[in-house]
């Protein structure tokens, strides 16, 4: 009898747990073909143009360097009003994404670097790092690239975002900045299995 309870009460906090977790993050993190079994998932809700997304992205590259193929970022674009790049950032974030994959991490790197986030400064930065610029033109051209920001920005509002950077790291919410030690706090609890 003891064990039926305990059973059950286990069940219902796992079951809690899940439900508290919005549908968007926990999509993200059952993606098993991207994440890794142990792995952690971090969504960062973010603008290129941000200083605190900015010191956000700084504080988690070399977390996640340390940690290969334990942590998958998921980038997911807000871009502000008053940032007048940060749209155009954005969407060429997703062309590369969409484009290749495996330039994704470090294009990402080289927006929050980038001191000028133009069109053409975009552009070359894709470029140089192997992108087909063709191909790249074409994809800022393409209504699905505005459809997948929509769609980020429509995941934010439905989180009830407030502002940027938000990240989510295998469900635990952090607004705001964040320091180096409470992101690898936090990704080490997961991979941990805390």
Not at 88 to 101: G, K, L, N, P, Q
């Amino acid at each position: 009898m003891l064990a039926r309870v305990l059973l059950l009460s286990f069940v219902l906090a796992l079951f809690s747990a899940c439900a508290e977790v919005p549908a968007a993050i926990r999509d993200e993190m059952n993606k098993t073909a991207q994440t890794k079994p142990g792995a952690a998932t971090v969504v960062f809700f973010t603008d290129f143009q941000c200083p605190f997304c900015r010191k956000t992205h700084a504080a988690l590259v070399p977390i996640v360097a340390e940690r290969p193929d334990r942590v998958r970022v998921v980038v997911r674009h807000v871009p502000l009003p008053r940032h007048p790049d940060a749209r155009t950032a954005a969407r060429a974030a997703i062309c590369v994404e969409s484009i290749t994959r495996a330039l994704t991490d470090d294009y990402v790197h080289a927006l929050f670097e980038s001191p000028d986030l133009s069109e053409a400064a975009c552009e070359e930065l894709a470029v140089e790092r192997g992108v087909d610029r063709d191909r790249f033109q074409r994809c800022l051209s393409d209504a699905r690239t505005d459809a997948r920001l929509e769609h980020d920005l429509l995941a934010f509002d439905a989180l009830r975002g407030d502002g940027v950077p938000l990240l989510y790291i295998d469900g635990r919410r952090f607004e705001g900045a964040q320091s180096g030690a409470a992101l690898r706090a936090a990704i080490d609890d997961v991979l941990s299995g805390k």
